[in-house]
């Protein structure tokens, strides 16, 4: 079985500076994807992010980036320039093809963005 | 509305009651995928269906959660004589198919249980 793990409960961070948020996983499989989600307090679960295990080249979206560590089973999420808007409990998950798609997910991370 | 609804969004029930929870995913979507979260936690799969077919229920707690979904769209996630620790957030997901490569999950905006 999948397992994933999110050591850090809550994080704080200023307002325009980066943040970084660890992920790591336990999987046999050698295909499978990893996903970030955010939960902003409206509680609706948003993708911010997908990375496919057989790409060496980690995901960017605008100032959303990982760093995938296939070896290490490790994926960070990293924010540039932090806005307040970022405020929100951030889910990292594993999905694998040939588990029918279920995803197994972190018990997140509780961001503030500070002004 | 093109997103995943579910109702209602909110249910306060005394315990030893039934509960009904709706989904209705995004049209044209083949799987569909109920999770739950508790407080503080990330989501837990509970069960997935393709098109009426309920694929994998591995994840029911146990036999007083049911799920259905009769014509392949609309889902049901049933709870009988509920209990305070099925207080959760029951989150409903789709996506276009499951088992073929990758396709993104999108999900409802969840419907808050609580159980007095």
């Known amino acids: 079985a999948q397992t994933v793990t999110q050591s850090q409960p809550e994080m704080s961070v200023q307002e325009a500076e980066t943040v970084t948020l660890s992920c790591t996983y336990d999987?046999?499989?050698?295909?499978?994807?990893l996903f970030w989600y955010k939960q902003p307090p409206s509680r609706q679960m948003i993708l911010v992010i997908r990375q496919e295990a057989y790409k060496q080249q980690n995901a960017t979206e605008n100032r959303f980036s990982v760093n995938f560590q296939k070896a290490a089973k490790s994926f960070s999420l990293k924010i540039s320039d932090s806005q307040l808007g970022d405020t929100a409990m951030y889910f990292c998950?594993?999905?694998?093809?040939?588990?029918?798609?279920?995803?197994?997910f972190g018990d997140g991370t509780t961001l503030t963005v500070k002004p | 509305g093109a997103g995943v609804s579910q109702s209602p969004r909110y249910k306060v029930t005394k315990r030893g009651q039934d509960v009904a929870l709706r989904c209705d995913p995004i049209?044209?979507?083949?799987?569909l995928y109920w999770y739950r979260q508790a407080l503080g936690q990330g989501p837990e799969f509970l069960t997935y269906?393709?098109?009426?077919?309920?694929?994998?229920k591995s994840g029911l707690p146990n036999d007083r959660f049911s799920a259905e979904r009769p014509e392949g769209s609309i889902s049901t996630l049933t709870i009988q004589r509920t209990e305070q620790r099925d207080s959760a957030m029951y989150r409903c997901?789709?996506?276009?198919?499951?088992?073929?490569?990758?396709?993104?999950?999108?999900f409802g905006p969840g419907t808050r249980l609580t159980v007095l």
């Open positions: 049209s044209g979507h083949v799987s």
């Open positions: 997901a789709s996506s276009l198919v499951s088992s073929i490569g990758y396709n993104e999950q999108f």
């Open positions: 269906f393709n098109y009426e077919a309920q694929q994998d």
């Open positions: 999987t046999s499989e050698s295909n499978y994807y």
């Open positions: 998950a594993f999905m694998s093809p040939t588990n029918a798609g279920k995803s197994t």
